[in-house]
């Protein structure tokens, strides 16, 4: 089983960047398929992007589409989420996110982070 802790949230301008570290242990990433999601207040938990187990496709949300990337590096076990543009609605708590072979860049998911806040003012 993965274990997932998400790092490098906090307070940004908007127009500004930020970027979201995952760090998983316990079994290596090339094993799974990987995402971010992010839930606002009140708000439902919605994808914003993902990358398969070969890192050979990606999926973003359109909301999110040619502002974030999403990366990973096997060596250090880690997945990455650099996003830029940064906009007030993007306020939200970012979750981590792993999903089995055969998950899809959207889905589906099985083992999930804590969350960082992320604030965007404007």
């Known amino acids: 089983q993965v274990q997932l802790v998400e790092l490098g949230g906090g307070l940004v301008q908007a127009g500004g960047s930020l970027r979201l570290s995952c760090a998983a242990s316990?079994?290596?990433?090339?094993?799974?398929?990987m995402g971010w999601f992010r839930q606002a207040p009140v708000k439902e938990r919605e994808f914003v992007a993902g990358i398969t187990w070969s890192g050979g496709n990606t999926g973003y949300s359109y909301s999110v589409k040619g502002r974030f990337t999403i990366s990973r590096e096997i060596a250090k076990n880690t997945v990455y989420l650099q996003m830029n543009s940064l906009r007030p609605e993007d306020t939200a708590v970012y979750y981590c996110?792993?999903?089995?072979?055969?998950?899809?860049?959207?889905?589906?998911?099985?083992?999930w982070g804590q969350g960082t806040q992320v604030t965007v003012s404007s």
């Open positions: 316990g079994r290596s990433i090339s094993r799974y398929s």
């Open positions: 996110a792993a999903g089995d072979l055969r998950s899809s860049p959207r889905g589906p998911y099985d083992y």
